[in-house]
């Protein structure tokens, strides 16, 4: 379950990416999907407002802080390829709210990578979600 977009088929090397990455954090058999954040909404997110295309959305303390976002605009800048420089909210998709949001803090090494991950403490509980996996 994909908010699709830059992950469709037509890029099925970035879509399992994503897929796996969801896997890893315990969402891929519930009911949440991972939707990317535009520049747009990376840009407002680092200036510490909240896009109006996400407004009314989010769970308390589910929004990513400014640092993640520019995090991700500087890696954009720099060259590194999505999915490596993107960020994700995680949208519970009973009634689309936004419980999270998670992205990769560098391309892998090695065949890992880490993974940075916040979500709101209305939707914590069951998953042990770890910090790096193994791409290998």
Same mark, same amino acid.
């Given at each position: 379950?994909?908010?699709?977009?830059?992950?469709?088929?037509?890029? $099925?090397?970035?879509?399992?990416?994503?897929?796996?990455?969801?896997? %890893?954090?315990?969402?891929?058999?519930?009911?949440?999907?991972?939707? &990317?954040?535009?520049?747009?909404?990376?840009?407002?997110?680092?200036?510490?407002?909240?896009? !109006?295309?996400?407004?009314?959305?989010?769970? $308390?303390?589910? *929004?990513?802080?400014?640092?993640?976002?520019?995090?991700?605009?500087?890696?954009?800048?720099?060259?590194?390829?999505? $999915?490596?420089?993107?960020?994700?909210?995680?949208?519970?998709?009973? !009634? *689309?709210?936004?419980?999270?949001?998670?992205?990769? *803090?560098?391309?892998?090494? !090695?065949?890992?990578?880490?993974?940075?991950?916040?979500?709101? %403490?209305?939707?914590?509980?069951?998953? &042990? &979600?770890? *910090?790096?996996?193994?791409?290998?």
């Amino acid at each position: 379950r994909w908010a699709c977009g830059p992950f469709c088929a037509c890029c $099925p090397a970035r879509h399992a990416v994503v897929a796996r990455l969801a896997r %890893t954090l315990g969402l891929a058999e519930m009911p949440f999907s991972l939707r &990317q954040l535009s520049i747009t909404e990376l840009e407002e997110l680092a200036a510490s407002r909240i896009p !109006d295309s996400l407004s009314e959305r989010f769970e $308390p303390g589910a *929004k990513p802080p400014a640092f993640v976002a520019e995090r991700s605009l500087t890696l954009r800048r720099a060259g590194h390829p999505a $999915p490596w420089s993107t960020s994700f909210l995680i949208v519970r998709d009973a !009634d *689309k709210r936004i419980v999270g949001a998670c992205g990769f *803090k560098t391309a892998p090494t !090695d065949g890992q990578v880490e993974v940075g991950y916040g979500v709101a %403490t209305t939707a914590r509980g069951k998953e &042990q &979600q770890p *910090k790096r996996f193994d791409f290998s």
